[in-house]
């Protein structure tokens, strides 16, 4: 699902040299954050904001997650002026940042960047935006880790779990590549061949097979 920024003033403070706050609204354009609405307790999601760059601004510094009070994401880019002549453009940044919840409850995600356009004198000033993440017990199943990346000869245990909750499952546990990836009847997957992505480990009830998840698998180099 993807959204867009719903702001208001606040402050970012401790840049590092070299870097900068993220612009996340630039003029009338709003960052665009990809993000699930809803997601499971104890599941890994990943969080997708494209900021403003351009210019000196070029890449990701850094993406800080601040668990203080509530979820706060501060996005920071790297700026590089040492060449002495940068770019008049506008391109797009993406920050990734990896969450995950463990209750059930209304989650507010807030992001810290600054805005360009809507001042007084060209200033940039600071600017947080929210969104909303349910965390809800939904039904299919739960493979964990929901990803993982492996060198060949490594291997992963991979457990998966109903919800609602199933009195004594029983797994059918299939690969995307059994050459590449082989995952035996207990959930345990080794790299055979690599490197390789896009590769997945499955299971599904054997009592209802349509009730199925799947992990992410990447083979990297050694």
Same mark, same amino acid.
């Given at each position: 699902?993807?959204?867009?920024?719903?702001?208001?003033?606040?402050?970012?403070?401790?840049?590092?040299?070299?870097?900068?706050?993220? #612009?996340?609204?630039?003029?009338?354009?709003?960052?665009?954050?990809?993000?699930?609405?809803?997601?499971?307790?104890?599941?890994?999601?990943?969080?997708?904001?494209?900021?403003?760059?351009?210019?000196?601004?070029?890449?990701?510094?850094?993406?800080?997650?601040?668990?203080?009070?509530?979820?706060?994401?501060?996005?920071?880019?790297?700026?590089?002026?040492?060449?002495?002549?940068?770019?008049?453009?506008?391109?797009?940044?993406?920050?990734? %940042?990896? #969450?995950?919840?463990?209750?059930?409850?209304?989650?507010?995600?807030?992001?810290?960047?600054?805005?360009?356009?809507?001042?007084?004198?060209?200033?940039?000033?600071?600017?947080?935006?929210?969104?909303?993440?349910?965390?809800?017990?939904?039904?299919?199943?739960?493979?964990?880790?929901?990803?993982?990346?492996?060198?060949?000869?490594?291997?992963?245990?991979?457990?998966?779990?109903?919800?609602? %909750?199933?009195?004594?499952?029983?797994?059918?546990?299939?690969?995307?590549?059994?050459?590449?990836?082989?995952?035996?009847?207990?959930?345990?997957?080794?790299?055979?061949?690599?490197?390789?992505?896009?590769?997945?480990?499955?299971? %599904?009830?054997?009592?209802?097979?349509?009730?199925?998840?799947?992990?992410?698998?990447?083979?990297?180099?050694?």
């Amino acid at each position: 699902m993807v959204g867009v920024l719903a702001a208001a003033c606040s402050v970012i403070t401790g840049s590092d040299q070299g870097e900068e706050p993220a #612009l996340i609204r630039y003029y009338s354009q709003d960052a665009k954050i990809t993000m699930p609405d809803t997601v499971n307790p104890g599941q890994e999601f990943v969080v997708k904001i494209a900021t403003f760059g351009g210019g000196c601004t070029r890449s990701v510094s850094r993406t800080v997650v601040d668990r203080t009070l509530g979820t706060s994401l501060y996005l920071y880019n790297r700026t590089n002026r040492s060449t002495g002549v940068c770019t008049a453009d506008l391109i797009t940044i993406e920050h990734e %940042a990896v #969450l995950k919840f463990d209750a059930v409850s209304d989650q507010v995600i807030r992001f810290f960047g600054t805005n360009r356009g809507a001042e007084t004198n060209g200033k940039t000033v600071e600017w947080v935006g929210e969104r909303i993440v349910k965390v809800r017990k939904i039904p299919g199943v739960l493979v964990v880790p929901t990803s993982t990346a492996m060198a060949v000869g490594q291997s992963t245990q991979f457990t998966a779990t109903a919800l609602p %909750a199933v009195t004594n499952p029983r797994w059918t546990w299939t690969s995307s590549d059994p050459v590449a990836v082989p995952v035996d009847s207990t959930g345990f997957a080794r790299a055979r061949q690599g490197p390789r992505s896009g590769l997945t480990v499955c299971a %599904a009830l054997v009592s209802d097979p349509a009730m199925s998840g799947c992990a992410s698998v990447v083979i990297v180099p050694p």
